[in-house]
């Protein structure tokens, strides 16, 4: 069971239609679509009844552990399409040090730095270079924090796409440098993520690529769906009380919401549904502002601050779909600041030996406040999302150095 589609069935595909996520305005599958007339994100909508029929506990016990066991909630039709580089099923882990040290119980975090390019953008990106692939696109843009415009790289390479790349001046070095050496093309801009994005708008006519700005095109979040999926088959067909979610464009949040409902409609889960709760940094809060206000649309964010790049989102088209994945489940928006990210990210490694992302750290960091301010319980089930590999982040310097020609201090050792 080590190839990435081991047990896929070939073909069997049940998309009926996609939907404005606003107006619910039908379109047709099996073209190329991005936003709806509404100028909203569209859905992907299944046939869930033969859904039903087709993907049971048993069909999947045969299938590779990635992501594509879920074939029939995914939306390629043809398997020879799907552009593969591995999207293994990625771990659960407890935390019994900190637990311990919180007198809390339940704490978990789901380890998406496991995935190709380090971070979950490769499950949304695989989908949507897959479905490029399968509906005739050759160029493809996107404007990107850094993690995006890596797995769109890699994913385009590997379906012989053409990448063109727009990130903030600030990017992290390492992800410009992965998206170059990946095959891109790639520009740093001086403006935020939403100015990249009016330059990949801007271009579109001119340079015949498509747009693949976050939930501007339908299938990033179905990819990125399957983190619910996947948490609620590893949690034995059931949801965890709460799910911490570090928050940019939310495909994640939305996506996983849109799991669980699809999950329930063919039987293999029942209602019950986690509290959705989207982390965002103080500096960069607008779904925060937007969910304290009561607002069903967020304003946007102006000079957005923090170091967590991956959540630095002034603005999302899919901003009341997030809202409405919050409110609907009874969670909550919380902002955490960069100091509190910084702790948390060292408190994990040290105590842990987890090296979160800082993303991910700041859902930590969300949790130990909601500890304390009563929103969540000590013994409640909560998932963490630690979206990225912490490798790919500065990291503190370490210098102590040793001269083998010395006599060696073993006992300076003990209290280094
Ligand atoms: C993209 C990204 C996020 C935000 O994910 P969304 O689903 O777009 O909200 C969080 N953390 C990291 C590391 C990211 O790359």
Sequence with gaps: MYEALHGIPESETFVTHLECGYTGERYDADRLHNLSNAGKPLLVRYDLGAVRAALTRDALAQRAPTMWRYRELLPVRSTANIVTLGE?????LGCPTVERSLGASGLLVKDEGRLPTGSFKARGLV?????A???GVKRMAMPTNGNAGAALAAYCRRAGLEAYVFCPADTPEV???????QGAKVWRVNGYIDDCGKIVGGGTAEMGWFDTSTLKEPYRIEGKKTMGLELAEQLGWRVPDVILYPTGGGTGLIGMWKAFDELEKIGLIGSKRPRMVAVQATGCAPMVRAWEAGEE???RWE???TIAMGIRVPQAVGDFLILRAVRESGGFAIAVDDAAIEAAQTEMAREEGLLLCPEGAATYAAYKAALL?????KDEEAVLFNCATGL???????????DRMQPIDYTAMKRA
């Design 133 to 135: 692939k399968e509906l």
């Design 303 to 305: 000079d957005a601050q």
């Design 297 to 299: 649309h967020a304003t």
């Design 392 to 402: 790919k982040y500065p990291m503190p310097p370490a210098q102590q150095a040793i």
């Design 127 to 131: 989908m949507a270079v897959s479905m």
């Design 175 to 181: 992800n410009v440098r992965e998206i170059a050496l």
């Design 88 to 92: 293994t099923m990625t771990p659960v």
């Design 373 to 377: 301010d009563g929103r969540i319980r």
